[in-house]
């Protein structure tokens, strides 16, 4: 039995070698846990690490939309009492996994745009417009596998299944997350992303819905990560939480949401109950996980 812990993944798709990142993003958070703050406090901690990183696909790291200028970013944040908070397409701050949180606190659940930024402000979030060197490269990669950007062939692009499968794949999906249990037993998810790529202005993945991105329940927390349009059509967080809820156990509740969707789709999922962790990923996805286990 896990007494209390947390796991993070740093994006199906990610270099191995990220897990160093996924490593430093989990220790800062089981400090929080062993020190008796709660879950939520632990998750939101390890994703701004990650957001911080500048290696992964949220936050600072956040991935260029198609017309190679914009970064729009997604956040959510959960725990097994009820309490959410969202950001959807954000732009301007370096960690809206923290405007997350500070919706959440609000009388809302969910802001987006130009009204979540303005909120973000009003709380004292300043100005953040950077992109990393490794997103603009990314943006490059793409268009030129492209070989123009208009929408019609965008359009034709997307319709053709490349970005989930075939020759011209987008090779980073990277969207991070974070679930973890504190020693009260409330379990809490965070998930963060700069979204897929490549993608049109205004584009929402699953990382800010519900039961799509991210669930967490007295059951346990599921983070999920990958090509958003699949997980939402598939509610593929919530499908997970049902079949632990049900008695599966973490990992083959894991694979077995996997097996729901179409071949050749990149996807990732993490899930933590007070039983045991689960994972299963499609292809490489960098994750640590630090726990404290029950006499």
Known sequence: MISYGVAVHGGVGSPAEFSDGCRTACEAAFQLLEAGKSALDAAVEAA???????RFNAG???VLRIDGKTVEMDAAVMDSEGHIGAVINIRGVKNPVLVARAVLGSPHVAM???GAQAFARRLGFGPYYEVSERAAANYERIKSRMGKEDFHFFRQWVGEQKI????GKAKRTDTIGVVALDKKGVFSVASSTGGASPMLVGRVGDTPMVGCGFYAGPEGAIAVTGLGEESIRKMLAKTVYDMVAEGMGARASCEKALGLLPQHVDMGIIALTKNDYGAASTRKMPMAQYSAIRP
Do not use: P, Q
């Open 48 to 54: 701004r690490v990650l957001e911080d990183d500048g």
């Open 60 to 62: 600072s790291g956040s």
């Open 112 to 114: 987006a745009g130009r």
């Open 164 to 167: 989930s499968g075939g020759k």
